[in-house]
C-alpha cells in the first residue's frame, strides 16, 4: 500500500526490518509500536496485527511493526536472543518512530501474548502515551512450560513417543544447548529470562492510560492473574472479549479478530490525549 514504507534499523550490530504505516493525516498526535508475541504465534497473528496496523493508520496514527532480533526479516539468530535483547529491540523502534515521524506528542505500545508481557517490560524504561495488552503472559514459567509440551508433542507425532521428556529438555537448556519448539532454537538465556517473569509483580511505569483485554472464545470470567495485573498498572481499564485464539492455528481462523479491534478502538476513542 502506498503508505507503508518498509525499511531497515539498526540495533548495534544488528539489523531489524521494519514496517511504517504512516498516518492518513498531516498532523498525527500519537503513534504506536506493534510487540509481536512469541515464535509461531507471531505468524499466525501477522494478520490481524497488519490489519490494525491499517485502521490505525487511515484514523491517523501512525504504526511501526517490525521484527525482534533473530524474528522474521530481520538478522540475528532466534536462539543467541532473550528477553534483554528484545526489549531493547522495541527501545530502538520506539526512536525509530519518533525520528520517522517528528513532532508526535508520544508512543504507545500494543502487543498480543508475550509481545504483550515485553510492552509492559518496556513501559517500565519507556514513558509510553498508552499500554496495550492483548491477552498478556502473567506467569513466564507457566509459558515456557507450555512452550516446552509443544517440543513433547512433536516428539509424539514423529517418534510416537516420548524420547526426551520436559526434564530432560530443561537439562540439556542448562547445559548450554537448545531445544526446538515449533521449528524455533529456544536457547537457556530465553529459557530463564522468560521464566523468571511475573508480570502482576512486577511496578509497571506506565502513567498514562492502559487497556488490559482477556481475550477469551467463550467469554468466560476474567482471570485472577488479569485482574491482579490491572490493580498494578495506574490507569488501566481491564476488559474480557470474546475472540477465537487466533494466534493458533484454528480451523474458525479468518485472519480477523473483529471484536478485539472493535473494543479497543472503542476504548482508544474514550481516551483523552
Known amino acids: 500500500m502506498k503508505n507503508e ?34 515464535a509461531e504465534e507471531r505468524l499466525w497473528a501477522q494478520r490481524v496485527y497488519v490489519d490494525f496496523a491499517r485502521e490505525l493508520s487511515r484514523r491517523g496514527d501512525p504504526v511501526l511493526r517490525f521484527d525482534y532480533t533473530g524474528n522474521g526479516d530481520s538478522e540475528g539468530n532466534f536462539e543467541d536472543a532473550d528477553v534483554e535483547t528484545w526489549l ?20 504507545g505500545l500494543i502487543g498480543l501474548r508475550f509481545g504483550a508481557t515485553l510492552a509492559a517490560l518496556a513501559a517500565e524504561r519507556n514513558e509510553a502515551a498508552r499500554l496495550i495488552l492483548w491477552d498478556p503472559i502473567i506467569d513466564g514459567n507457566q509459558y515456557m512450560q507450555e512452550i516446552l509440551r509443544s517440543n513433547l508433542m512433536t516428539q509424539a507425532a514423529i517418534f510416537k513417543e516420548i524420547q526426551r521428556d520436559r526434564r530432560m529438555l530443561v537439562q ?102
Open 5 to 38: 514504507t518498509p525499511f531497515f534499523f539498526a540495533n548495534g550490530s544488528c539489523r531489524l526490518f521494519g514496517m511504517l504505516h504512516e498516518a492518513e493525516n498531516d498532523s498525527p498526535v500519537n503513534g504506536y509500536v506493534f510487540c509481536y508475541p512469541f
Open 88 to 107: 531493547s529491540d522495541i527501545d530502538c523502534a520506539i526512536r525509530m518512530l519518533k525520528t520517522m515521524v517528528p513532532g508526535l506528542d508520544g508512543v
Open 172 to 273: 540439556e537448556l542448562m547445559e548450554g544447548k537448545t531445544v526446538n519448539a515449533d521449528g524455533y532454537e529456544i536457547g537457556r538465556r530465553m529459557y530463564e529470562g522468560i521464566s523468571e517473569i511475573r508480570l502482576n509483580e512486577r511496578n509497571i511505569g506506565c502513567e498514562k492510560d492502559s487497556l488490559i483485554v482477556q481475550i477469551d472464545s467463550r467469554g468466560g470470567p476474567i482471570r485472577e492473574g488479569i485482574t491482579d495485573l490491572g490493580k498494578s498498572i495506574a490507569r488501566s481499564s481491564v476488559i474480557n472479549v470474546r475472540e477465537e485464539p487466533f494466534w493458533r492455528e484454528i480451523k474458525t481462523y479468518n485472519g480477523k479478530a473483529v471484536n478485539l479491534c472493535r473494543a479497543t478502538l472503542e476504548w482508544m476513542d474514550s481516551c483523552h490525549g
